[in-house]
């Protein structure tokens, strides 16, 4: 039951924990509006080991399909509704187009689920607008490994281009943003390219995923008071285990540009996210070959999932807001998003 779940463990660590701390945060219905899912025979070749230990990738598995992530779902999630944003997954050795293709078949199948296709910087629009409405798509995910530089060499301009931004702003889309760089969303190209794209594609909703890779708060400290005044663009919180953070995104952004969401299958592991120096960390329970771990008397830890929900919890109180202040943020905020979406692809005949 999911990369790991054990019975024994829950009864003794996490179930504990959801009880009393994650089931009476979050509603009824969640809307996780950042997550991961891919076959094995999505991958035109098995990544690489160098890959592996990739910290931006995360590695955990070669197969994650949508029925697996909708099963981890529910055992992190007893007795939730839990609707995902479903995204494939860009490794280098992904095969793009068969991984949208089993997005674009989960989306048919459940109502539960919407899809964002990863796209490559030679994509035309023509391309584009043509699988968007064949696959219900309700946006695109641009990303640094489909471009052929040094991570910290890629600009934003590099990954997501006007063919993209020209269909996201025709048809409204969600535009899932990754951003790269070793400065994250302080760097200054990153934040000079948001403020010329987001008057110039002003119905492209874009998203800042991981609030611009805020592992750390120095960077939304740097980074937010830069882009907090662009009407079209929003946070998501994926993988954020930091409470302050939060509670400076709480105070610096409204409460309805901000989408919870957990990068699964990632979130399901057992650690947290750890900040030394200004640098983050994955102290993990399991042995991954991307984290720091004792091989001797495992650290215990809970899913890193309840870690980034009590960082919003808390990350949120110190900002002044209730329980009852963040219910949008866990299913309002982005069902409102992709709904606008829906609306407009059905206008166009999708």
């Known amino acids: 039951m999911g990369p790991e779940f054990d019975q024994a463990y829950w009864d003794r660590v996490d179930g504990p924990i959801f009880e009393g701390e994650i089931k009476p945060l979050i509603p009824d219905t969640v809307l996780d509006f950042h997550t991961h899912a891919w076959r094995e025979s999505d991958l035109a070749s098995l990544p690489t080991e160098e890959m592996k230990k990739n910290p931006s990738l995360v590695w955990t598995t070669n197969h994650f399909p949508v029925s697996e992530l909708q099963q981890t779902a529910k055992w992190l999630f007893p007795g939730k509704r839990y609707q995902v944003l479903a995204i494939g997954m860009p490794y280098a050795e992904m095969d793009v187009g068969r991984n949208n293709q089993h997005i674009a078949e989960a989306v048919r199948n459940s109502p539960d689920v919407a899809g964002l296709m990863m796209v490559k910087p030679s994509d035309t629009a023509d ?58 969303l302080t760097d200054p190209q990153n934040i000079a390219t948001l403020r010329r794209i987001s008057p110039r594609y002003p119905r492209a909703k874009l998203i800042v995923a991981h609030v611009g890779r805020s592992y750390c708060e120095w960077v939304a400290f740097q980074a937010l008071a830069q882009v907090e005044d662009m009407p079209n663009l929003f946070l998501d919180t994926s993988f954020i285990q930091n409470s302050v953070t939060f509670e400076y995104l709480f105070e610096h952004v409204d409460v309805s540009r901000i989408m919870y969401g957990t990068d699964l299958p990632d979130a399901a592991i057992h650690g947290q996210v750890a900040c ?42 110190r900002a002044g807001l209730s329980v009852k202040d963040l219910q949008p943020v866990f299913h309002a905020n982005a069902r409102r998003l992709i709904d606008d979406v829906y609306a407009n692809l059905l206008k166009a005949g999708a």
């Not at 991570?151 to 409204?172: C, I, P, R, S, Y």
């Open 127 to 184: 391309q584009l607008r043509r699988q968007v409405l064949e696959g219900r798509f309700v946006g695109f995910k641009p990303y640094f490994t489909f471009v052929p530089k040094a991570q910290n060499d890629v600009l934003l301009d590099d990954m997501l281009t006007h063919e993209h931004l020209k269909v996201a702003d025709e048809f409204g889309l969600i535009v899932m943003i990754h951003v790269p760089r070793k400065l994250r």
């Open 276 to 317: 030394v120096n200004g640098v983050n960390l994955f102290v993990t329970r399991n042995p991954h070959p991307w984290s720091l771990y004792r091989t001797e008397n495992p650290i215990e830890c809970t899913y890193m999932v309840y870690e980034e929900l009590r960082a919003i919890r808390d990350g949120g109180q």
